[in-house]
T-cell receptor, first 115, second 112 residues
Framework: DSGVTQTPKHLITATGQRVTLRCSPR?????VYWYQQSLDQGLQFLIQ???????AKGNILERFSAQQFPDLHSELNLSSLELGDSALYFC??????????????FGPGTRLLVL | EDKVVQSPLSLVVHEGDTVTLNCSYE??????LLWYKQEKKAPTFLFML????IEKKSGRLSSILDKKELSSILNITATQTGDSAIYLC????????????FGKGTKLSVIP
């Protein structure tokens, strides 16, 4: 158990719908990362938040957005869902020591299936 | 664009064998290289290698970073069926962010 929690574990929805994935980082971690894992693309970085502020963006679609709240939990919002959005969505957290290398710890993931 | 390549993509060995998994990278502003083990779901952290820590060992697992060759290897000795998993290599690079770029992984199957 990494200490990172994600809800829900599974989500089944229809095309065109909107869903929200939730992540609580490890105690003390200020940085939250979202990743998407699909069979053909592997693990792809989506977006990073640090202490409530967006820090970096990766391969995140405009239909997707995220935020980090004052209590440091984060939500990833996926809208106008398409079949190709079906994937495992992971959240990871780290202490984010500025200027230093850091280790990211992954949550159990949310499996999204779009029908 | 940052790139991480792992080889082989899959590997089948017998219990007790020793395996070597490879990872090569092309990134701007390298910070660290991380190895993860992914079984059923979440990747679990194994090692982090940096310029100041190029070799790590934990039990039967060990890893070395070759900064000159821009590569790393993960060795597993005396493999067990519990070592069956996908092993992911990731590189942390980029100024101001600690995002990870992952390789596609090596699927290791250890048969009794």
């Amino acid at each position: 158990d990494s200490g990172v929690t994600q809800t829900p574990k599974h989500l089944i929805t229809a095309t065109g719908q909107r869903v929200t994935l939730r992540c609580s980082p490890r105690s003390g971690d200020l940085s939250v990362y979202w990743y998407q894992q699909s069979l053909d693309q592997g693990l792809q970085f989506l977006i990073q938040y640090y202490n409530g502020e967006e820090r970096a963006k990766g391969n995140i679609l405009e239909r997707f957005s995220a935020q980090q709240f004052p209590d440091l939990h984060s939500e990833l919002n996926l809208s106008s869902l398409e079949l190709g959005d079906s994937a495992l969505y992971f959240c990871a957290s780290s202490v984010a020591l500025v200027g230093g290398a850091e280790t990211q710890y992954f949550g159990p993931g949310t499996r999204l299936l779009v029908l | 664009e940052d790139k991480v390549v792992q080889s082989p993509l899959s590997l089948v060995v017998h219990e007790g064998d020793t395996v070597t998994l490879n990872c090569s990278y092309e990134v701007t502003n390298f910070r660290s290289l991380l190895w993860y083990k992914q079984e059923k779901k979440a990747p679990t952290f194994l090692f982090m290698l940096t310029s100041s820590g190029i070799e790590k060992k934990s039990g039967r697992l060990s890893s070395i970073l070759d900064k000159k060759e821009l590569s790393s290897i993960l060795n597993i000795t005396a493999t067990q069926t519990g070592d069956s998993a996908i092993y992911l290599c990731a590189v942390n690079s980029g100024a101001g962010s600690y995002q990870l770029t992952f390789g596609k992984g090596t699927k290791l199957s250890v048969i009794p």
